[in-house]
C-alpha cells in the first residue's frame, strides 16, 4: 500500500516579503520546507512568511518545522511571520508557546 503524501509546498510572495505556502495538511516534516528556506536566507533575505491560506489543519510536526525556520531566521536577526491561520492553528501554537516570537500578519 502506497502512502500518499497530503502536503505540498510552494514558494512565492506576501505583501512584499517571500513566502512558503503550505498546502493541505501540515502533519510531517518535509525537507523541501527546509530548503526553501535555506534558499530564500541564501538570497541574503532576514524574513519569511509562513502563508497557511491553504494549510487544513496543524500538528505538532508542523510546529516542528516552524521551529527550526524560526531559528534559522532568529540566527541572522530576520523575522518570521504567520498568514493567514486558522483560530484552531493559533490556539495550538499559543499552547506551544510559539506565538511569542511569530509575527501575524
Do not use: P, W
Not at 516534516?29 to 491553504?54: A, M, N, R
Not at 518570521?80 to 508557546?97: F, G, K, P, R, V
Amino acid at each position: 500500500m502506497a502512502i500518499q503524501k497530503n502536503l505540498e509546498v510552494k514558494k512565492g510572495m506576501y505583501s512584499g516579503i517571500d513566502a512558503v505556502s503550505v498546502v493541505g495538511a501540515f502533519d510531517t516534516v518535509d525537507t523541501h520546507i527546509d530548503s526553501l528556506v535555506d534558499e530564500i536566507l541564501g538570497q541574503g533575505k532576514k524574513d519569511i512568511v509562513f502563508d497557511f491560506s491553504e494549510t487544513s489543519y496543524l500538528t505538532s510536526s508542523g510546529i516542528a518545522v516552524l521551529i527550526k525556520a524560526l531559528k534559522k531566521v532568529q540566527n541572522i536577526e530576520g523575522t518570521l511571520y504567520i498568514a493567514n491561520i486558522t483560530q484552531d492553528m493559533y490556539e495550538l501554537l499559543s499552547c506551544s508557546s510559539l506565538n511569542r516570537f511569530l509575527k501575524y500578519i
